[in-house]
């Protein structure tokens, strides 16, 4: 008689993550629905079966769901990560600007928030800098979602994060959102390099029925498209000036690199010399920039040119320069 392993595991408000007894591979199992009920395993990685014991959910614990809080300007992409978010079981709450971002986490404290690194309002680093010092909010695992003006262009990954836990590129999110937050809740340590669509099966992670659904061609499909077009959106929206699109595409540039390459843009602010530091980078902005936006006017204005220094300024005051 074959003679059953039985799973340790870990409480995650109405997740329940079962480690296998001979790999340790994690699986995420739904409290809810199988509250009560013993089930048999077989571990992806090593195929060993083994068995978990789900206890009921007490009552007020129906309503104590991970909460995570997403932060764009983009409403439209704000509604597609968030549907993403929930169809895994979590809370999702949307805030579209950097001071009402910190009004929603004082408030609301939520476990997760994805925050856009071009945020309008407050640059990502300037939140991840305020959240760390907010007594109650130490503990919120924050990822930033890189704006990604030219995926083409990044063959590396960040270094240094401003103290966030972990970051994610827009044309991740069907694959990878919601095993990076399982990641930080469950296992609480940093994870900076970036991920791919195989991961879940690497790290050992079974994936529940809604999770079956977000992982099929179709899905991810219909978001990238969603994604695509909410990018597209934030530098040609019909209701914005040339100019007020010309300084949002400046944004979003100046704030990619700067997730990119943090380290060269802190060293180069101490010692004086970014702009050779990271000459590469702003000669590939420029050009991106012109492409965009080649009329005499906006290349006149040293929109880009402004960008650039108002980030450096803010940063420089971070550094306490």
């Not at 309002?121 to 939140?127: C, D, P, R, S």
């Amino acid at each position: 008689m074959l003679c059953l392993l039985s799973a340790p595991a870990i409480f995650l408000g109405l997740l329940m993550i079962v480690k296998c007894p001979s790999c340790a591979a994690k699986f995420r199992l739904d409290r809810e629905k199988l509250a009560g009920k013993r089930v048999t395993l077989r571990c992806a990685r090593c195929r060993t079966p083994f068995t978990a014991e789900l206890p009921h959910v007490p009552a007020v614990e129906l309503k104590a769901k991970v909460r995570v809080l997403i932060a764009h300007s983009d409403k439209e992409l704000c509604g597609t990560i968030r549907e993403i978010v929930e169809n895994a079981g979590f809370e999702g709450v949307l805030q579209h600007n950097g001071d009402e971002v910190l009004t929603t986490m004082d408030v609301l404290r939520p476990q997760v928030a994805v925050v856009d690194v071009a945020l309008q309002g407050l640059y990502a680093f300037e939140v991840v800098e305020k959240v760390r010092r907010r007594p109650g909010l130490e503990n919120v695992k924050i990822i930033l979602l890189s704006s990604v003006y030219n995926r083409a262009a990044y063959k590396r990954s960040p270094n240094s994060l401003y103290g966030a836990d972990d970051y994610i590129e827009k044309h991740h999110i069907p694959y990878d959102l919601v095993l990076k937050i399982n990641r930080l809740l469950v296992d609480a340590t940093p994870a900076t390099g970036p991920t791919v669509q195989g991961e879940a099966e690497k790290n050992g992670l079974k994936l529940s029925s809604a999770d079956d659904v977000m992982q099929s061609p179709d899905f991810i499909n219909s978001v990238n498209k969603k994604i695509q077009s909410a990018e597209q959106q934030e530098v040609s929206a019909d209701d914005a000036t040339e100019r007020q699109r010309a300084e949002r595409l400046a944004r979003i540039i100046v704030s990619d690199i700067s997730l990119y390459y943090q380290e060269r843009v802190d060293e180069g602010i101490q010692e004086g010399n970014w702009s050779e530091l990271l000459a590469n980078e702003i000669r590939e902005a420029r050009q991106l920039f012109s492409e965009r936006f080649p009329s005499p006017q906006i290349q006149n204005s040293k929109i880009l040119e402004a960008a650039f220094l108002d980030f450096l300024n803010k940063r420089s005051r971070e550094l306490g320069l």
